[in-house]
Nanobody
Framework: QVQLKESGGGLVQAGGRQRLSCAAS????????MGWYRQAPGKQRELVAD???????NYADSVRGRFTISRDNAKNTVHLQMGSLKPEDTAVYYC????????????WGQGTQVTVSS
C-alpha cells in the first residue's frame, strides 16, 4: 500500500533554516497534489504549502516569502525549505499527497516535529 514518510525535523534557532522531505512509496500510478500541513499544540492542523504535479505552488500567508515547496515527480518526493524560522513555526509538520495507486486516496505521513527556539 501507499505510504508517506517525512524526514528532516528537529530543533533549530530562530532565524535559522530547516529542510523537510517526504517520500511516497508503494504501488503508485500517479501523484497529484502534494503538500505540507502543520499542527501546533492546542491548534488545528493548517495548510503550510502545496504544489500541483505541474509545479503550481500555494502558500499560507504566514510562511510566504520564507518557505519554499518543491517536488521531484520522478522520485515521488516533496520538500519544504524553511527559512527565517520563528518560534511560532514550532509544530508537527505533516506531509500530504493525493495519490492514485490501486485506489485513489488522500495520504498522510506520520509527522515530524520542528521546534524553533528563541
Amino acid at each position: 500500500q501507499v505510504q508517506l514518510k517525512e524526514s528532516g525535523g528537529g530543533l533549530v534557532q530562530a532565524g535559522g533554516r530547516q529542510r523537510l522531505s517526504c517520500a511516497a512509496s508503494g504501488t503508485i500510478f500517479r501523484v497529484n497534489a502534494m503538500g505540507w500541513y502543520r499542527q501546533a499544540p492546542g491548534k488545528q492542523r493548517e495548510l503550510v504549502a502545496d504544489i500541483t504535479s505541474g509545479g503550481t505552488t500555494n502558500y499560507a500567508d504566514s510562511v510566504r516569502g520564507r518557505f519554499t515547496i518543491s517536488r521531484d515527480n520522478a522520485k515521488n518526493t516533496v520538500h519544504l525549505q524553511m527559512g527565517s524560522l520563528k518560534p511560532e513555526d514550532t509544530a508537527v509538520y505533516y506531509c500530504n499527497a493525493d495519490i492514485l495507486g490501486y485506489r485513489r486516496g488522500d495520504y498522510w505521513g506520520q509527522g515530524t516535529q520542528v521546534t524553533v527556539s528563541s
